[in-house]
């Protein structure tokens, strides 16, 4: 079993910045090997892939936040993290962490974080 926190949404001006964070516990030595990924969510419309990132630090970025977003991790603190630059009204929405995990592994996912990028 694995908890997955996340944290740092919050209000935004268009072209502001956050970084979100998401910290597993309960994941053991097996962090390192699972891949994790961020999600997001608006209202009326279904959770979508942001980025991911593998064991061995390959990511990956849908395509409206290539060179805006960077996931990365830090398999020490069992965190990944969101660094979100260049913010757009289409970035709000809530924001989920993911981690692939266990034997025989499965997705767990956090609560969610609340993004809003206001104009």
């Known amino acids: 079993q694995v908890n997955l926190v996340e944290s740092g949404g919050g209000l935004v001006q268009a072209g502001g910045s956050l970084r979100l964070s998401c910290a597993a516990s309960g994941s053991g030595s097996m962090f390192r090997y699972s891949p994790l990924g961020w999600y997001r969510q608006a209202p009326g419309t279904q959770r979508e892939l942001v980025a991911n990132i593998g064991p061995g630090g390959d990511t990956n970025y849908a395509d409206s936040v290539k060179g805006r977003f960077t996931i990365s991790r830090d398999n020490a603190k069992k965190t990944v993290y969101l660094q979100m630059n260049s913010l757009k009204p289409d970035d709000t929405g809530v924001y989920y962490c993911?981690?692939?995990?266990?034997?025989?592994?499965?997705?767990?996912w956090g609560q969610g974080t609340q993004v809003t990028v206001s104009s």
């Open positions: 993911k981690i692939f995990y266990g034997i025989p592994p499965r997705d767990y």
